[in-house]
């Protein structure tokens, strides 16, 4: 880790929608420096066209490890596609740089190799499936829900560029109520008749979760809880995505000073 004063950090998906706004919030900080951007899209463009009104001096290039070389950065912050995401983070973690992810989608066996090579070099790396405090504080308040009322749904809501689903988000929710609801049997669950097989949505557990794709929507997600004669429903909108980048900042300062693998935003909250 740099021991200067500021924080470097490159971005991965530097082009996206949300690569944009992670580098105008990290440029923006006084305790980060932006020195690198990548994508493989709009090559040579100087990123502050794309967060600000003039040139910063930071280009977009296309070669990672050859923007690592030369940056040195402390951190890679990577909002890609699951497919370039474990090329990206296995980059960043030989090259001794920690990487923070918001990129969701990475298979089983992808994850388990990031954790062992972490575990075998005593180097870390950060995840979370969402970024937005809000949306952290929603999971933790379903946790306590699933405790009273086991019954529960998700509806996940994402812009039609989202091609992963359930969302990560979703999935997170539904693993943390899975572990809370102790009183819950799948036995007493009804056989579902389809008539559109599908329309049911998901089955984590028998957490039932639905993927809404339209363009229009940021992130948004809704946890309904059902009881006798009534029911509970906490949601988190996203209306832009400059909701995520007090989370990414708190990840890019905090989780560097962590061991291991971290998964979960709430990991770097005191609650």
Do not use: W
Not at 115 to 140: H, K, R, S, Y
Not at 155 to 178: W, Y
């Amino acid at each position: 880790m740099n021991t200067g004063k500021k924080i470097r950090v490159v971005v991965t998906g530097a082009a996206g929608k949300m690569g944009q706004a992670v580098m105008k919030g990290v440029f923006e900080d006084p305790d980060c420096s932006l020195v690198g951007a990548v994508d493989v899209t709009l090559i040579g463009t100087d990123v502050g066209k794309l967060i600000r009104s003039e040139n910063i001096g930071v280009k977009i290039e296309r070669d990672l490890q050859q923007v690592l070389e030369e940056t040195q950065p402390d951190v890679m912050v990577d909002f890609t596609n699951a497919e370039a995401a474990f090329d990206n983070i296995m980059i960043a973690l030989k090259s001794n740089v920690y990487p923070i992810v918001g990129t969701t989608g990475l298979a089983e066996k992808e994850m388990e190799e990031i954790q062992n090579f972490c575990e075998n070099t005593n180097i870390g790396a950060f995840f979370a499936p969402n970024f937005a405090i809000g949306a952290v504080l929603m999971m933790q308040c379903a946790k306590i829900a699933a405790r009273f009322l086991p019954d529960v749904e998700i509806i996940e809501l994402h812009h039609d560029k989202k091609l992963d689903s359930p969302s990560g988000t979703a999935l997170r929710t539904a693993e943390l109520i899975a572990l809370e609801r102790n009183s819950y049997s799948k036995d007493t669950e009804q056989k579902l008749i389809e008539r559109l097989e599908g329309c049911r949505g998901g089955d984590l557990e028998g957490i039932h979760i639905h993927s809404v794709r339209l363009p229009g929507l940021v992130a948004h997600q809704e946890v309904v809880f059902g009881g006798l004669g009534q029911t509970f429903s906490i949601r988190h909108d996203s209306i832009s995505r400059e909701s995520f980048i007090p989370g990414v900042l708190l990840a890019i300062k905090e989780a560097p000073k962590r061991k291991g693998v971290i998964i979960g935003l709430e990991n770097l909250m005191d609650i």
